[in-house]
């Protein structure tokens, strides 16, 4: 978490410089957008999401095998959804975003007995309803930064239950980022970077449904798993 602070707080100085142009005052693209009550638009982007496990050293009894399993692995994931904003005063606003992410989370489990290895790739389809403040600063020209912050709400439509690792379908993340606010002669253009910290433990540890016994060594060998994502995204509004 704190190379992710770090990086933020350096972001957080260096983008009024990124996003500004020069001084003298320019042709401004749509100057009364801002001053609507409510904006729509749509977005997509790509995202890096990590999934952490917590490895408890389980020994299995009956085998002596013991279980280390990581997230070795990032694959990207496909982002799209609708933005809805509200203005609240000339600095702030409140957005609501309904989301579908998809990505992949891929999985290795080692044996440090015998050295054997497992893969598992766990795909999710998240459903969700991200809510957060937005905070814009004057606009430069054509260029108006802002910061943002608030809680994702994410429910995921693919959970299996019979592989090695099954996860909780509900999870919430803590989000704040960064983005510049781009505006043409048709549209406002808005690329954004976003963290997303997990707040949940989402590792399904009451396997009852689970057929294959054998499998259940690998949920003993993890006392918790949490997510983090990272996050490109490109508004047209």
């Known amino acids: 978490m704190k190379p992710l602070l770090r990086f933020f707080l350096t972001a957080l100085f260096l983008l009024p410089a990124l996003c500004a142009v020069a001084q003298e ?27 952490r496990l917590v490895n408890n050293g389980y020994i ?26 509200w203005r609240l005063t000339e600095n702030l606003a409140l957005r609501l975003l309904p989301t579908m992410n998809f990505g992949t989370k891929h999985l290795t489990f080692v044996d440090q007995a015998t050295g054997l290895r497992e893969h598992q790739d766990v795909k999710s389809t998240y459903v969700a309803l991200p809510v957060n403040v937005k905070f814009t600063p004057p606009r430069i020209n054509n260029y108006r930064p802002y910061l943002m912050a608030g809680l994702n709400p994410m429910y995921d439509l693919t959970i299996k239950d019979q592989e090695n690792i099954m996860l909780k379908p509900f ?7 960064f983005g510049c606010d781009r505006y043409l002669p048709f549209f406002k253009f808005i690329p954004e970077l976003k963290f ?12 009852k449904e689970l057929r294959d016994r ?13 997510t983090k994502m990272i996050t490109l995204t490109f508004y047209f509004e």
Not at 26 to 41: E, N, S, T
Not at 67 to 78: A, E, I, M
Request: hydrophobic share 30%; proline share 5%; glycine share 12%.
């Open 60 to 85: 299995d009894p009956d085998t002596g095998s013991q279980w280390l399993v990581s997230n070795d692995r990032y694959d990207p994931g496909f982002t799209v959804g609708i933005l809805g904003e």
């Open 171 to 177: 999870n919430l993340f803590l989000e704040f980022g």
């Open 214 to 226: 054998s499998k259940e060594v690998f949920t003993r060998s993890v006392g918790k798993g949490t």
């Open 25 to 51: 005052r320019k042709l401004q693209y749509r100057p009364y957008a801002d001053l609507r009550p409510f904006h729509y638009g749509f977005f997509c982007g790509v995202h890096m999401e990590s999934l």
């Open 196 to 207: 997303s910290l997990g707040l949940n433990d989402i590792l399904q540890t009451d396997r």
